[in-house]
């Protein structure tokens, strides 16, 4: 079922798990706020790659990829807001059917993966510098 209001996208499925019981996934997602998240992202990933390319040692892998690694991250945050189980699932039935107009070069889940592995220092860095709140002295661990 796949419902359109205005910009923001509601989508559902069922899904029977192991256990033959029936699991309902849904998910809300405004267009203008993954865009939101994109711009953050490459802001900040422009001024990231400036810094660390002069410190790294040896050659880069030159590897091209139709994705650039803002996206990569970008789709990496966002599912962390869907409320799919798997990145496998939100990449193939989501991302590849759903966003195909927010990111028009997709590339295969085998080759997401190995994007993702460049990007996890990035998105480590991005979170703890712009998605970390005040601290209230409290912490969970």
């Known amino acids: 079922m796949n419902l359109k209001v205005g910009k923001v996208r509601k989508i559902g499925y069922i899904k029977l798990n192991n256990n033959k019981n029936i699991t309902n996934f849904s998910m809300n997602l405004s267009d203008d706020k993954a865009t939101e998240i994109f711009c953050a992202v490459d802001d900040f990933y422009k001024a990231f790659k400036r810094v660390l390319d002069p410190a790294l040692l040896g050659n880069a892998p030159k590897k091209p990829s139709k994705m ?10 966002l599912f962390h807001h869907s409320g799919f189980r798997t ?6 039935n989501y991302v590849k059917v759903h966003m195909i107009p927010l990111f028009p070069n997709t590339v295969s889940y085998n080759r997401f993966v190995e994007l993702m592995q460049a990007a996890n220092l990035p998105l480590a860095v991005f979170v703890k510098n712009h998605c970390m709140g005040e601290s209230t002295g409290i912490s969970f661990i």
């Open 68 to 77: 650039c690694t803002s996206e990569v991250i970008t789709i990496m945050i």
């Open 87 to 92: 990145m496998k699932g939100f990449y193939i």
